[in-house]
C-alpha cells in the first residue's frame, strides 16, 4: 500500500481485528451491491469508506424527493438520475482510486449469475422477495457468499448465507432455505406503503457493510467470522437484538444436493 492509502486507512490497520493484512483484502475484493436504495446507500458509504476495491452497483430504479429522506447518498442534484449512476458518481469523488462499475437493470433470474459470478460478496438490500430469491439462488449457482440485510418497518435483518457451501456437504442454509418458495412471485415496494424511518434503515445498511466485511476477511484477520446462517434481528423501538441460527432445509430447492 501506498503511504497515502496507508494514511487513509490508519485507523482500520490499527485495528487488530483487521490490521494490514485485513485492509490489504479490503483493497483485493470485490462486492456486489443489489439496490442502492436505504440499506445500499449507507452500506456503500461504509464499504467504500473501507476501501474496498472494486464495487458494483446494480439498480434499476431513478432518485425520486421522497428517497432522500433516507437514501444517505444522494443529494437534490440527483433527483430523476438513475442511482446506481448517481451512487457511482459518489464513489468516484469520494475515493477514485476504488473501481466501480454500474448496471441499470434489475436483476432477475435470468441475468443474476452474470452479474454476480467472480464477486466475493454480494449485499442484497433490495425491496422485495422475488428478486432477494433470485440473488440467493444466483449466489448458491455462481459460489459466491450472500449478505442479505432487510427491514421491515422497525425490524432489521442481517445475515451472511454460504449456500454455496451446501455442496460441499457443509450444511450452511441458502437465503431460501429460511424464507422458503412462497415468495417467489411476490414483488412489492412496501415502504411507499407502510413507510421507513431513515436512520433505522441506515443502521441495517451499516449492519450489513459489517456483516459484509466479515466475509470478505474470512481466514485473513479476526473479524473474518461470517456467523454463516446466524439471522442478526434488531427490533428498532425497544431498541434490541438478537440472534437466531437459521436451519439449513434438506429439501431446498436453492442450495439442495440431489440424492
Ligand atoms: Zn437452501
Same mark, same amino acid.
Given at each position: 500500500? +501506498?503511504?497515502?492509502?496507508?494514511?487513509?486507512? *490508519?485507523?482500520?490497520?490499527?485495528?487488530?481485528?483487521?490490521?494490514?493484512?485485513?485492509? /490489504?483484502?479490503?483493497?483485493?475484493?470485490?462486492?456486489?451491491?443489489?439496490?442502492?436504495?436505504?440499506?445500499?446507500?449507507?452500506?456503500?458509504?461504509?464499504? !467504500?469508506?473501507?476501501?474496498?476495491?472494486?464495487?458494483?452497483?446494480?439498480?434499476?430504479?431513478?432518485?425520486?424527493?421522497?428517497?432522500?429522506?433516507?437514501? +444517505?447518498?444522494? +443529494?437534490?442534484?440527483?433527483?430523476?438520475?438513475?442511482?446506481?449512476?448517481?451512487? /457511482?458518481?459518489?464513489?468516484?469523488?469520494?475515493?477514485?482510486?476504488?473501481?466501480?462499475?454500474?448496471?441499470?437493470?434489475?436483476?432477475?433470474?435470468?441475468?443474476?449469475?452474470?452479474?454476480? +459470478?467472480?464477486?466475493?460478496?454480494?449485499?442484497?438490500?433490495?425491496?422485495?422477495? /422475488?428478486?432477494?430469491? !433470485?440473488?440467493?439462488?444466483?449466489?448458491?449457482?455462481?459460489?459466491?457468499?450472500?449478505?442479505?440485510?432487510?427491514?421491515?418497518? $422497525?425490524?432489521?435483518?442481517?445475515?451472511?448465507?454460504?449456500?454455496?457451501?451446501?455442496?460441499?456437504?457443509?450444511?450452511?442454509?441458502?437465503?431460501?432455505? $429460511?424464507?422458503?418458495?412462497?415468495?417467489? !412471485?411476490?414483488?412489492?415496494?412496501?415502504?411507499?406503503?407502510?413507510? @421507513?424511518?431513515?436512520?433505522?434503515?441506515?443502521?441495517?445498511?451499516?449492519?450489513?457493510?459489517? *456483516? /459484509?466485511? &466479515? @466475509?470478505?476477511?474470512?481466514?485473513?484477520?479476526?473479524?473474518?467470522?461470517?456467523?454463516?446462517?446466524?439471522?442478526?434481528?434488531?427490533?428498532?423501538?425497544?431498541?434490541?437484538? &438478537?440472534?437466531? &441460527?437459521?436451519? &439449513?432445509?434438506?429439501?431446498?430447492?436453492?442450495?439442495?444436493?440431489?440424492?
Amino acid at each position: 500500500m +501506498t503511504p497515502d492509502r496507508l494514511d487513509r486507512f *490508519a485507523r482500520h490497520i490499527v485495528l487488530p481485528e483487521v490490521g494490514a493484512m485485513g485492509q /490489504a483484502k479490503l483493497a483485493q475484493s470485490h462486492v456486489v451491491l443489489i439496490g442502492m436504495g436505504g440499506i445500499g446507500s449507507p452500506a456503500l458509504q461504509y464499504l !467504500a469508506g473501507a476501501g474496498v476495491g472494486r464495487l458494483t452497483l446494480v439498480d434499476d430504479d431513478v432518485v425520486e424527493a421522497s428517497n432522500l429522506q433516507r437514501q +444517505t447518498i444522494y +443529494t437534490e442534484a440527483d433527483i430523476g438520475k438513475a442511482k446506481a449512476e448517481a451512487a /457511482a458518481a459518489w464513489v468516484k469523488a469520494f475515493d477514485p482510486a476504488l473501481e466501480v462499475s454500474v448496471h441499470v437493470l434489475r436483476i432477475n433470474r435470468d441475468n443474476a449469475v452474470s452479474l454476480i +459470478t467472480g464477486a466475493d460478496v454480494v449485499l442484497d438490500g433490495c425491496d422485495n422477495f /422475488a428478486t432477494r430469491l !433470485a440473488v440467493s439462488d444466483a449466489c448458491v449457482k455462481a459460489g459466491v457468499p450472500l449478505t442479505s440485510a432487510a427491514l421491515g418497518r $422497525f425490524q432489521g435483518q442481517v445475515a451472511n448465507f454460504a449456500g454455496h457451501r451446501a455442496k460441499n456437504g457443509e450444511g450452511h442454509a441458502c437465503y431460501r432455505c $429460511f424464507v422458503g418458495d412462497a415468495f417467489d !412471485a411476490e414483488d412489492c415496494d412496501s415502504c411507499a406503503d407502510l413507510g @421507513v424511518l431513515g436512520a433505522m434503515v441506515g443502521m441495517v445498511g451499516a449492519f450489513g457493510a459489517m *456483516a /459484509a466485511m &466479515r @466475509v470478505l476477511l474470512e481466514g485473513v484477520s479476526a473479524l473474518g467470522d461470517p456467523q454463516w446462517g446466524h439471522l442478526h434481528v434488531m427490533d428498532g423501538l425497544k431498541p434490541s437484538l &438478537r440472534t437466531m &441460527r437459521i436451519a &439449513r432445509d434438506p429439501e431446498c430447492k436453492g442450495c439442495g444436493v440431489p440424492a
